[in-house]
């Protein structure tokens, strides 16, 4: 049976063509995905993100818990309300998802996880905080709206109650706090987002997401589909589980070996296996593609390098840029240019560094 969120109706009644994204019934777009996306770059736009898990971390030992957890440092949260991006990995190195961690006190940390890998996570997160006494709480009582665009944080903050408009205004990013939007709804207010650009993911209770979803739209904001949301993670150079990484894939592999830190003293989950990776020599890696000439990078293709054989990952079109663009996996080392397999031709395209958008405008040469 597929799942649909609070605001499932709302989309519908929006016109939105209506897609299965993990087991879920959401919205793919309003109408028209470039058009979403601009908007989100140019002005503010916002996505309904209620199918990601919410989990709430009860206990005197959570700290010590997700120290044992998680490949990031848990130890860099000191102040509440912070927040911190880390992969969670199986013993063999392997992601089984990337999360991000909100620090609240000592005895209670929130984490948000993908909502394809809902089961598989609260199954490994259970099995582990048994062992540190630790209460496990799904929070399927909220809704997610995430707003996004350099206008989203002023259209946000002309929706909050006038006694949190100055501290919710100067959250640094990566930050959360309790808020109360016009006529008490309370919020939880974080400056993150999965698209390159600034804003707020805003939990708020189910029964108050429609009230809040059409307050945004009478402020001016954009509803937008899954469709402009992954050409926007793409452009602003952020993974996609299940595609740009997996329980197979390392984070050294998935180039996110910033998210790894091998403090003195820390046995977290995968650490032995990915510090015999990295003595051993990490042979391949993910890189950014632009596609020279005309075509559509697309998952699975396959890449010759000057190294060996590699594969493209997440692949599109990119609005911003009109370019072809793609994460690939590769040889550690590939430069230049590579040749990538287009329906049998052999089509040219040149590796940069992501992110290829940053601030709404090209950070890579095209």
């Keep these: 049976m597929t799942n649909k969120t609070v605001l499932n109706a709302t989309h519908r009644a929006l016109g939105a063509h209506m897609v299965d994204f993990g087991g879920w019934d959401m919205p793919m777009h309003y109408g028209s995905q470039i058009r979403e996306h601009h908007a989100v770059r140019t002005d503010a736009g916002m996505f309904d993100v209620s199918h990601m898990t919410v989990v709430d971390l009860h206990g005197e030992r959570t700290r010590e818990f997700l120290?044992?957890?998680?490949?990031?440092?848990?130890?860099k949260l000191q102040v509440p309300g912070k927040a911190l991006y880390t992969c969670m990995l199986n013993e063999h190195g392997g992601i089984i998802d990337d999360l991000i961690v909100y620090f609240f006190a000592e005895a209670y940390f929130r984490v948000v996880v993908n909502a394809a890998t809902?089961?598989?996570?609260?199954?490994?997160?259970?099995?582990?905080a048994g062992d540190f006494g630790v209460e496990v709480k799904e929070r399927s009582d909220f809704a997610m709206i995430a707003v996004q665009g350099p206008n989203a944080r002023e259209r946000v903050l002309a929706l909050l109650h006038d006694t949190d408009v100055k501290r919710i205004a100067e959250l640094g990013k990566f930050s959360a706090a309790a808020a109360q939007g016009l006529h008490g709804i309370p919020l939880f207010v974080a400056r993150t987002g999965y698209t390159g650009e600034d804003g707020f993911e805003?939990?708020?209770?189910?029964?108050?997401?429609?009230?809040?979803?059409?307050?945004?739209?009478?402020?001016?904001?954009?509803p937008a589909g899954?469709?402009?949301?992954d050409t926007l993670r793409l452009e602003a150079g952020?993974?996609?589980?299940g595609q740009d990484m997996d329980e197979d894939i390392t984070p050294w592999e998935a180039n996110l070996g910033w998210t790894v830190a091998l403090d003195e003293g820390r046995?977290?989950?995968?650490?032995?296996a990915l510090e015999a990776q990295k003595q051993a020599g990490v042979q391949r890696t993910m890189v950014g593609l632009v596609l020279d000439g005309k075509g559509v990078l697309r998952h699975g293709q396959q890449?010759?390098?000057?190294?060996?054989?590699g594969e493209v990952l997440s692949g599109s079109y990119a609005p911003t840029l009109d370019k072809a663009i793609a994460f690939a996996r590769v040889?550690?080392?590939t430069t230049g240019t590579v040749q990538v397999d287009i329906r049998g031709r052999q089509v040219p395209a040149h590796v940069v560094k992501y992110p290829f958008v940053r601030g709404g405008k090209a950070c890579v040469g095209i």
């Design 331 to 333: 040889p550690t080392g």
């Design 267 to 272: 046995d977290f989950i995968g650490r032995g």
């Design 226 to 229: 899954l469709g402009a949301r």
């Design 202 to 222: 805003i939990l708020v209770a189910n029964e108050h997401a429609v009230e809040l979803w059409e307050a945004l739209i009478a402020a001016g904001v954009t």
């Design 118 to 128: 809902r089961d598989k996570d609260l199954a490994w997160i259970t099995r582990h």
């Design 238 to 241: 952020m993974n996609l589980y």
């Design 303 to 309: 890449v010759t390098t000057e190294y060996g054989p």
């Design 67 to 75: 120290r044992h957890l998680l490949a990031n440092s848990v130890d």
